[in-house]
Each structure stands twice: as C-alpha cells, then as structure tokens.
C-alpha cells in the first residue's frame, strides 16, 4: 500500500471567522496555516482565495499569487489551486490563476446542485479547464460528486485532454451530492480507470468516518475546515488538529505517512526547482 498523502484544505469558500476564529482569510493566515500543516504531517495543501473586506471567494490574482509564493517559500507542500467558481462565474475568473503554475488545481467533472445554488460546470468548460492545465504543465485533481463525473474523466482522457495515471478526490457527505456512506466509497473506488489515485474527502461529520475508511482502504486524505470545521461535535478545530488526527489514526492503523517528497513520487509529479 502506498504511505498516505494528507491533503490540508484549509479555508474554501464558506467558513468565516463569525463561524469558526480558526478559518484563515488572509494570504499570510492561509501560509501560516499551510506551515503549521506541514509540521504536522499534511503534503499537499488546496487553496482558494477570499477576499479581504468580506471574507467572500476571490478571484483576485494577485491575492492567489501572494498565497502561492508565501506556500513555497516556507513549506516543500504540493500546491493545488481550486478552480472552483460559484454559479454564473465567468471561465476566465476561474482560470486566471492557472498561470501561476501549481503542481496541481482541482477540475470538477460535471454540474451539481450545492446546498443552496448549483455548482455548474458545463463540457465546454470542464474541457477548457483541462487543457489549460495541460498548457502550463499542471496535474489535475478530478473532484468528484456522482459517479458519472468519473466517466466524465475518463472521456476527457479519450479526448487527449487529461493524461493518466488521474488523480480523484471524492467529496462526500454534501447536501445534494453523493452521500458518505462506505458503499458508495467502494462503489467509487471500484468504478476508476486501472492505475488511478484517489482522496476521500469527507463533509462536516463525514470527515472522521471517510477518512478512516480511506485510510484502511489505500486510498489518500483530505481534511480541513474548507469541509468540517469541528473536532468532535460542539467543539471547533483548527487545520492543524485536523490534520494531526489523521496522522494519529494513520500510526494506529498501521500506514505510513507520506513527506511532501514521497507523495510527489505516488502522483508522478516532479520535484520543483530549488
Ligand atoms: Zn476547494
């Protein structure tokens, strides 16, 4: 079994500091927080920007910019951009941030309705997305909410627009997406292409149990208060608690964790200059 990538998706898009003190907004609460999940074993970190006056999503380049040199002048973390956009936001807001040339950004294989609007990724973009990170070099992380994205995926490889071996990331436990359950975490392991990777991630009290089952079953980790803001119930997490129990169940469960180098090595991404 390969050791266990720990992905630190420390901020998102919702969380305020109203609903959590502990959810970094700044570009220097965002590295700081990157750091501090680092030391306690995360390899790669997701990012997203916010904007300062109101804590709400950027798209502000140069606030990703601030974000991603701040990451990799202070940590050896694998870089990973959203290219996440709420409905209506345009494609070049969301792909703007590409040429900062990440290791890896997120690509969402179809539409889904969210709590409260639907997260809408027509063809055409989900297929301009990709061949932007094929133009800068960067790896996808095909994030998955129904099973039909996944062969959504695969036919984006047919087209020549993604590369395999792929990377997934199973978001799970959202309203209106697939549910956290462990037979739908099997069913969507076993429907990837031979060869893929893969990373559960779990949605608020879905964290803990998905990430248990990942671990036990090969499969890598995301955790973070981008998806579930509380430790144990009624009481609030930081990034870094979040990560350090994945470290703990990982040791008790006998799996290894990996180093920012070794995880590079299992997503066949090459190491980066300096
Ligand atoms: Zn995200």
């Known amino acids: 079994m390969d050791k266990l990538i ?34 306690a074993g995360a390899s790669l970190i997701h990012l997203h920007a916010r904007n300062l006056q109101d804590e709400s999503p950027a798209t502000d380049y140069g606030l990703f910019a601030a974000i991603i040199d701040g990451i990799r002048a202070n940590t050896r973390l694998i870089t990973q951009i959203s290219t996440g956009g709420r409905a209506g936001m345009a494609y070049e807001q969301r792909c703007e941030r ?23 990724n027509s063809p055409a973009l989900i297929e301009a997305l990709a061949a932007d990170m094929q133009r800068y070099g960067i790896k996808p992380e095909v994030e998955i909410f129904d099973v039909s994205m996944i062969s959504n995926a695969a036919a984006l490889v047919e087209k020549g627009l993604a590369v395999p071996p792929l990377h997934f990331d199973f978001v799970m436990g959202l309203k209106g997406a697939i549910p956290a359950t462990v037979e739908n975490l099997v069913h969507l392991r076993n429907s990837l292409p031979p060869g893929s990777t893969w990373t559960a991630a779990g949605i608020g009290k879905a964290q803990l149990p998905m990430t248990t089952h990942a671990i036990l079953m090969g499969g890598h980790v995301r955790v973070g208060l981008e998806d579930n803001i509380y430790f144990r119930r009624g009481d609030l997490a930081t990034n870094q608690q979040l990560v350090a129990r994945v470290v703990q169940l990982a040791q008790m469960l006998g799996r290894e964790v990996a180093t920012p180098g070794e995880a590079r090595k299992i997503l066949n991404l090459p190491e980066p200059p300096g």
Do not use: W
């Open 98 to 120: 590409l040429r900062l040339q990440p290791e890896m950004a997120s690509l969402t294989t179809g539409s889904v309705n969210f709590p409260n609007s639907v997260y809408e």
């Open 6 to 39: 720990i992905t630190a998706a420390v901020t998102g898009s919702l969380p305020t500091k109203r609903i959590t003190p502990h959810v970094p907004i700044t570009p220097e609460e965002i590295v700081r927080d990157g750091i501090a999940c680092e030391k």
